[in-house]
């Protein structure tokens, strides 16, 4: 599974941005997804994640609310849509994709990483 993040830039404080993940490869759409995100200087740490049917869905505490994940599977893609941004959203973010179905919280439950799409809130 080879995954590229895009949508990823500069917005202000209360705006929005939606995040797409494009996967190459049969085995995505058997695959939970996640969205990490990493602000400089502090760790990977987990913002989403859908099972691989797209029937069940996991958030952070910091996020719910304001992220909603989902995926198509015919277009290989999982999405983050992110509203009421903060400035402390700002940071890299990365989706995931995991060996099994369902939900994994924590980066050791993904096998496959894409390259990172940087998102900026100024305030």
């Known amino acids: 599974v080879q995954l590229q993040a895009s949508g990823g830039g500069l917005v202000q404080a209360g705006g929005s941005l939606r995040l797409s993940c494009a996967a190459s490869g049969r085995a995505f759409s058997r695959s939970a997804t996640g969205w990490f995100r990493q602000a400089p200087g502090k760790e990977r740490e987990f913002v989403a994640a859908i099972n691989w049917i797209g029937t069940s869905t996991g958030y952070a505490d910091s996020v719910k609310g304001r992220f909603t994940i989902s995926r198509d599977n015919v277009k290989n893609t999982v999405y983050l849509q992110m509203n009421s941004l903060k400035s402390e959203d700002t940071a890299v973010y990365y989706c995931?994709?995991?060996?099994?179905?369902?939900?994994?919280?924590?980066?050791?439950?993904?096998?496959?990483w894409g390259q990172g799409t940087l998102v900026t809130v100024s305030s």
């Open positions: 995931a994709a995991s060996k099994g179905f369902g939900i994994v919280e924590v980066t050791t439950g993904y096998g496959y």
